[in-house]
């Protein structure tokens, strides 16, 4: 088997996405599926689906498909997310309070159990899901108190670096970065930067390429 350490990142992100159709099949359809009709399913080739799962070890039976309930409890253990994960979130404007609200977090895990931000005037608001936002000053108490081990920044980007080094401090073990800024983080913290320009970016260049010329005519 492949080292961990070696998987490329685009790997794992696929995994995530097979899980999703085989947890709809698992609800009615089939007990057996297809590297051609989960590739279907995902936008992906057959021959990428096998080498993405073979990074992991070895899974289904040649020419007849892999068991949907065994193969996606295997992608949930190697995801990590056939447990739960305490998280907390920084920053509670529209896209904050978006992300706290949204069910499909939790149904997948990711639970938010404490919320947080610098503004006096929206500290002490108990927002729909529960959670009252608290203070800035409160994230290390809570961190530890709450076992929190994954942050979530959706501050202006002149305020993520200062609320990364809180977090990380406070012994957070990984941060989802929404601010439009590359923050940086000790070995001990691992950090995932989402930068909606940059995906915005990539869109348009694939845009403009499959439309050059046709929009003229």
């Known amino acids: 088997m492949t080292k961990e350490s070696k998987i490329p990142n685009p790997t794992i992100e696929r995994l995530a996405f097979y899980s999703r159709p085989l947890e709809a099949l698992l609800k009615g359809g089939p007990p057996v599926i297809s590297s051609e009709k989960l590739a279907g399913l995902c936008g992906v080739n057959p021959a990428q689906v096998r080498k993405d799962l073979a990074y992991f070890g070895e899974f289904g039976v040649r020419g007849v498909g892999y068991e949907i309930r065994d193969l996606l409890k295997e992608i949930k253990g190697i995801l990590a997310t056939d447990r739960e994960w305490a998280l907390c979130i920084v920053g509670m404007g529209n896209l904050g309070i978006s992300l706290v609200e949204n069910e499909n977090f939790k149904k997948r895990g990711y639970l938010f159990v404490a919320t947080f931000d610098s503004d006096v005037r929206k500290i002490g608001r108990q927002l729909p899901c529960g959670l009252t936002i608290e203070p ?16 979530v920044i959706t501050t202006p980007s002149r305020a993520a670096q200062r609320v990364t080094e809180i977090l990380s401090d406070a012994g957070v073990k990984a941060i989802l970065n929404f601010a439009p800024i590359q923050v940086r983080t000790p070995e001990s913290c691992i950090v995932e930067n989402v930068d909606f320009s940059v995906k915005l970016e990539n869109l348009v260049y694939h845009l403009e390429r499959l439309y050059k010329g046709k929009r003229s005519a």
């Open 136 to 151: 800035e000053r409160k994230i290390g108490e809570l961190v530890r108190e709450l076992g929190i081990e994954i942050g």
